[in-house]
């Protein structure tokens, strides 16, 4: 046999004439074909394919395989969202993959042929919640079964990347098991599934972003949205799994990027949100002649466990031309990690009237002891030194932050030191959990999960109730002071009452009534969502401002009053 041939065979490109006139047990029922259509199983005729001398012709010519057209009728797809933005955005990026080809989407279970759950892996009390759905959805498995309806069920993200054998072997429930960087294979996913196999992709990339994929937004009203920047996250903290379900740190084309805010701002949205898991580590490396560019300053006192990566474009750069795209449209960013916190960004963010005052920086613990055995890569007294370098550069600036309870090793001691940073910073908002054990990571291998659970409850119903006391007293410092809101709809409590976000992201609920309209004729006007109403702050607690609004305006208009 010549060895092209032989190559070919064992690609399965190419049969021979014995195992063309011989099919196997099995495919010998197959629909008849008219001229220029092959025979599949299922007893569906296909329009012929090119044949082996055109594939031949084509890669001796070097030509790119063409891309799947869509398929129609494939069905309707239920999407379920677990776990942080991110999720939220990779949610969008897959319905717009399978809306491509074919699907439609439902919001009714019961109508779905396929449900897709977008998982989170960072807890174990996040595993949980899918594995106690997905005992839900094997009874209304079990029921279409019956009635000869077929329902395919997927897991994609992290907690498919982090389980794909205990998820696709327990109970034989899921049909198709996707991680994050293998959204593109959902269509051939699920066509593997609908045969009665089981299908998976977890494989990472160095270099899957999504960047030529309009994510279709889902998020109500259509006034904000999120935005991928970059994927993966190159820290390797010793708790996090991350790293290990959504890979290294990569980050998308600028263009790319500014054509998807661009397209944003057209459709209408007032908000955008910037995603990372590093998001101020973004480093475009598409554009060669910034490739040797320098690598930016770490904030002083801050490390980190890989060397410096000079070349590319940063976010100082990405942030800049994000914020010139519509002055009236509000930008974030999250997640940053405090290690890159430039002075550049700082003064960018203190000028541009459209990029809020409010910044993530998450510290995790409040004690040095802690933050070295995280591999955080800086001590309590450099964390503080930012906070204080970040209120003087950015005047009002709004915080939040992340903490955990219960750390391996954590003493009392270290437990009363996160304490005293959530007294000493006082953050607007705060998002505490308990330390979770996650295979694979660093603590896992290294450290001992020594903290019992009840002392770890203990620490962080001790560590809520401090940052409610120290929030409560940072938003009651705004009674009386006047908010420039973004409204977002109803509030959830009354149908009387409107709820949007202030520059510092938390929450304001004042009433639906009638007010002046300062941009447009001084009018009486309701506001709608996606309006921008001045209101006077008259309560605070934690979480929650009320107050009356005062008119309907614009982003630059208030930004010229004050």
Same mark, same amino acid.
């Given at each position: 046999?010549?060895?092209?041939?032989?190559?070919?065979?064992?690609?399965?490109?190419?049969?021979?004439?014995?195992?063309?006139?011989?099919?196997?047990?099995?495919?010998?029922?197959?629909?008849?074909?008219?001229?220029?259509?092959?025979?599949?199983?299922?007893?569906?005729? /296909?329009?012929?394919?090119?044949?082996?001398?055109?594939?031949?012709?084509?890669?001796?010519?070097?030509?790119?395989?063409?891309?799947?057209?869509?398929?129609?009728?494939?069905?309707?797809?239920?999407?379920?969202?677990?776990g942080c933005q991110m999720?939220?955005?990779? %949610?969008?990026?897959?319905?717009?993959?399978?809306?491509?080809?074919?699907?439609?989407?439902?919001?009714?279970?019961?109508?779905?042929?396929?449900?897709?759950?977008? %998982?989170?892996?960072?807890? =174990?009390?996040?595993?949980?919640?899918?594995?106690?759905?997905?005992? +839900?959805?094997?009874?209304?498995?079990?029921?279409?079964?019956?009635?000869?309806?077929? /329902?395919?069920?997927?897991?994609?993200?992290?907690?498919?990347?982090?389980?794909?054998?205990?998820?696709? &072997?327990? =109970?034989?429930?899921?049909?198709? *098991?996707?991680?994050?960087?293998?959204?593109?294979?959902?269509?051939?996913?699920?066509?593997?599934?609908?045969?009665?196999?089981?299908?998976a992709n977890v494989l990472?990339?160095?270099?899957?972003?999504?960047?030529?994929?309009?994510?279709?937004?889902?998020?109500?009203?259509?006034?904000? #949205?999120?935005?991928?920047?970059?994927?993966?996250?190159?820290?390797?903290?010793?708790?996090?799994?991350?790293?290990?379900? @959504?890979?290294?740190?990569?980050?998308?084309?600028?263009?790319?990027?500014?054509?998807?805010?661009?397209?944003?701002?057209?459709?209408?949205?007032? =908000?955008?949100?910037?995603?990372?898991?590093? *998001?101020?580590?973004?480093?475009?490396?598409?554009?060669?002649? !910034?490739?040797?560019?320098?690598?930016?300053?770490?904030?002083?006192?801050?490390?980190?466990?890989?060397?410096?990566?000079?070349?590319?474009?940063?976010?100082?750069?990405?942030?800049?031309?994000?914020?010139?795209?519509?002055?009236?449209?509000?930008?974030?960013? %999250?997640?940053? &990690?405090?290690?890159? !916190?430039?002075?550049?960004?700082?003064?960018?963010?203190?000028?541009? +009237?459209?990029?809020?005052?409010?910044?993530?920086?998450?510290?995790?613990?409040?004690?040095?002891?802690?933050?070295?055995?995280?591999?955080?890569?800086?001590?309590?007294e450099a964390y503080l030194?930012?906070? +204080?370098?970040?209120?003087? $550069?950015?005047?009002?600036?709004?915080?939040?932050?992340?903490?955990?309870?219960? !750390?391996?090793?954590?003493?009392? =001691?270290?437990?009363?030191?996160?304490?005293?940073?959530?007294?000493?910073?006082?953050?607007?908002?705060?998002? /505490?959990?308990?330390? $979770?054990?996650?295979?694979?990571?660093? #603590?896992?291998?290294?450290?001992?999960?020594?903290?019992?659970?009840?002392?770890?409850?203990?620490?962080?119903?001790?560590?809520?109730?401090? !940052?409610?006391?120290?929030?409560? @007293? #940072?938003?009651?410092?705004?009674?009386?002071?006047?908010?420039?809101?973004?409204?977002?709809?109803?509030?959830?409590?009354?149908?009387?009452?409107?709820?949007?976000?202030?520059?510092?992201?938390?929450?304001?609920?004042?009433?639906?009534?009638?007010?002046?309209?300062?941009?447009?004729?001084?009018? /009486?006007?309701?506001?709608?969502?996606?309006?921008?109403?001045?209101?006077?702050?008259?309560?605070?607690?934690?979480?929650?401002?009320?107050?009356?609004?005062?008119?309907?305006?614009?982003?630059?208009?208030?930004?010229?009053?004050?």
């Amino acid at each position: 046999m010549l060895p092209w041939r032989r190559a070919l065979r064992a690609a399965g490109l190419l049969r021979s004439a014995a195992a063309a006139a011989d099919p196997r047990p099995g495919t010998s029922r197959r629909t008849r074909c008219g001229p220029g259509e092959r025979p599949v199983g299922r007893g569906v005729a /296909l329009p012929a394919g090119p044949d082996l001398r055109q594939f031949l012709r084509g890669a001796a010519a070097g030509e790119p395989r063409p891309e799947p057209g869509p398929v129609p009728g494939t069905g309707k797809v239920y999407l379920e969202t677990y776990g942080c933005q991110m999720n939220v955005n990779d %949610t969008e990026i897959a319905w717009a993959i399978l809306q491509k080809n074919g699907y439609a989407r439902t919001k009714e279970l019961d109508e779905a042929d396929v449900i897709l759950l977008v %998982t989170c892996s960072v807890r =174990e009390k996040a595993e949980q919640a899918i594995w106690n759905r997905l005992r +839900h959805l094997k009874a209304l498995k079990a029921r279409r079964q019956q009635a000869r309806l077929p /329902l395919r069920i997927g897991i994609l993200g992290c907690m498919a990347e982090r389980l794909k054998e205990e998820i696709l &072997h327990r =109970e034989k429930l899921v049909d198709i *098991v996707a991680g994050p960087d293998a959204y593109r294979d959902l269509p051939r996913l699920l066509a593997v599934a609908e045969s009665g196999q089981q299908a998976a992709n977890v494989l990472l990339s160095l270099d899957e972003t999504y960047a030529d994929i309009l994510p279709v937004q889902t998020s109500a009203g259509g006034t904000t #949205a999120f935005v991928s920047i970059m994927r993966g996250c190159d820290n390797m903290c010793s708790y996090c799994i991350v790293p290990f379900t @959504r890979g290294r740190e990569r980050s998308r084309p600028i263009a790319s990027i500014l054509q998807e805010v661009r397209m944003l701002s057209d459709q209408g949205v007032k =908000e955008v949100t910037l995603l990372g898991q590093n *998001v101020n580590s973004f480093r475009d490396m598409s554009e060669v002649q !910034f490739q040797s560019a320098a690598a930016p300053v770490l904030s002083r006192g801050f490390s980190t466990v890989y060397k410096a990566k000079p070349g590319g474009l940063r976010f100082a750069h990405l942030l800049d031309q994000v914020s010139r795209i519509d002055p009236e449209m509000r930008i974030r960013f %999250t997640s940053p &990690h405090p290690k890159d !916190f430039p002075d550049e960004v700082l003064q960018l963010i203190q000028e541009r +009237h459209n990029i809020c005052k409010q910044l993530h920086l998450p510290a995790q613990s409040g004690s040095t002891r802690v933050l070295e055995a995280m591999r955080r890569g800086y001590t309590r007294e450099a964390y503080l030194e930012l906070v +204080h370098h970040v209120r003087e $550069s950015i005047p009002g600036v709004r915080l939040s932050s992340d903490f955990i309870a219960g !750390f391996c090793g954590e003493t009392e =001691e270290d437990h009363q030191q996160t304490l005293s940073l959530l007294r000493e910073v006082r953050y607007n908002v705060g998002f /505490l959990f308990a330390y $979770s054990m996650r295979q694979k990571t660093r #603590a896992y291998h290294r450290l001992q999960d020594d903290v019992p659970a009840d002392i770890k409850k203990r620490r962080l119903e001790e560590l809520i109730t401090v !940052f409610r006391e120290e929030a409560a @007293r #940072a938003n009651e410092a705004m009674v009386g002071q006047s908010q420039l809101v973004l409204v977002e709809g109803p509030s959830k409590r009354s149908a009387s009452e409107l709820c949007g976000r202030n520059d510092g992201n938390i929450k304001v609920i004042f009433p639906d009534a009638e007010i002046e309209d300062a941009v447009g004729c001084k009018a /009486l006007v309701r506001a709608q969502p996606g309006d921008y109403v001045l209101v006077k702050v008259t309560s605070a607690s934690s979480q929650t401002l009320k107050g009356v609004p005062l008119c309907r305006t614009s982003l630059s208009r208030s930004a010229a009053c004050h």
